[in-house]
């Protein structure tokens, strides 16, 4: 650099360094205008998997009060053992995010369909399939983790027989319009021992085992239930929180 060079650069430096101690180079903040709710708080459980200081709890390991035909099943140690029947939440909800934990029976008895099988049935006719499938072959889009007959899990994170699981699920029930057809379809997304399995998927209707998928108009709000299948898998700590969208005001828009 010769001299001139150099003086000028030195000049420049100055400038800039005058024009930041200025803040000419402060950025605008881009505001939305929408004037949105201040969030609520909700302290969070103690442990991942606890159940939210907001949450409905749906078994906490004591007995199945909140569950028609909860009288059925064994509650023992905390946990609840499928029996005879399948059991129904009394109360109905809507879109929720659900925690679920399960194990398989430890003794390993039956293959495929018939090893460790329950389910839970969101808005009592969309099976989150619930299944042995450590080891255990089956058909795909029947596999833990499976929207059944609608689809595979997009990873096999199945845990040892008798070994705990969690499921976690935010569901988005179906809406009808007056003509009694679907609206908007349901979305599950589901982690199935904290991996995401299901992403957003748009249910094509019920779950069933003979007849291909299809939508019965319902109300927004229904019952949970959790399936007999002849096996005895275990639950325990089961919570959900209903969805509530935050909705902000544009304040252009007409009351
Ligand atoms: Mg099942």
Redesign the pocket.
Known sequence: MSGTQSVRAAAVGAVVAAAVAANVFALQEYKSGIVWPEPKVVVPGEKPGDPPADAIVLFDGKDLAQWTNGDKWEVKDGYAVVQKTDITTKESFGDYQLHVEFATPEKVRGAGQGRG???IFLANRY?V???DSFDNPTYFDGTCGSL?KQSPPMANVCRKPGEWQTYDIVFECPRFGPDGKVAKPGIVTLFHNGVVVQNHFELQGGTYFDRPASYENHPDRQPIRL?N?GDPVKYRNIWLRELTPIVGKKPDAKE
């Open positions: 099988n329950s389910g099976e399939q619930v299944l059944y399936q299948h």
